[in-house]
């Protein structure tokens, strides 16, 4: 599985990011899981008074929650970056934030200033809002993920962090 971050300020374009990378990495047959890391505090995915709660705050280690449409996993607890990556299976897993994971990512930023405290190392591509009116910075491409999604999901592709799989598919190895 290939691993990247999306990172950068609140509206920088993360999400739209995401999207059009997500949408396009799908449009050329790859499966792939987005997580999301949220700073909000007292945060919960799950409604509070609701019974799904209630179970989980009875002492459960995690309730499942399924539904018509979708199928939710709640645990109650704060997972490791790590953790998430090693329990999650598809070609690519793009994530939002998550800076206590070392792997590829993409900076977003409205303007310069900002963009100058995303990048590091492990930057392969600038996107974002400021991506619209750079072509380089710091030796690093900027790539529209609204005008030029292909080049930057090629730059994904190419660029990503390589991981194992997870370790239920180890299993008989």
């Known amino acids: 599985m290939k691993v990247v ?39 919960s995915i799950d409604t509070p008074g609701k019974d799904s709660a209630r179970l ?16 939710s996993f709640v645990y109650r607890r704060r997972f490791p970056a790590e953790e998430i990556v090693t329990s999650v299976a598809a070609d690519f897993l793009v994530v939002e934030g998550f800076r206590d994971l070392s792997c590829a990512n993409l900076a977003c930023a409205r303007e310069l200033d900002e963009l100058r405290r995303q990048i590091d190392e492990q930057t392969i591509a ?8 750079l072509v380089t910075y710091e030796g690093v491409p900027a790539v529209s993920a609204l005008s030029e999604v292909e080049k930057l999901a090629d730059v994904v592709e190419a660029g990503a962090t390589e991981v194992g799989p997870p370790p239920s598919s180890q299993a008989g190895a």
């Open 56 to 71: 989980g705050e009875a002492g459960g280690e995690a309730v499942v929650i399924r539904a018509e449409g979708e199928t």
């Open 126 to 133: 600038i996107s974002g809002v400021v991506a619209s009116s």
């Open 5 to 43: 971050a999306v990172r950068g300020p609140s509206n920088s374009g993360k999400t739209e990011t995401i999207i059009a990378l997500l949408r396009e990495l799908r449009r050329r047959g790859f499966s792939v899981v987005t997580a999301k890391d949220v700073h909000q505090a007292g945060f």
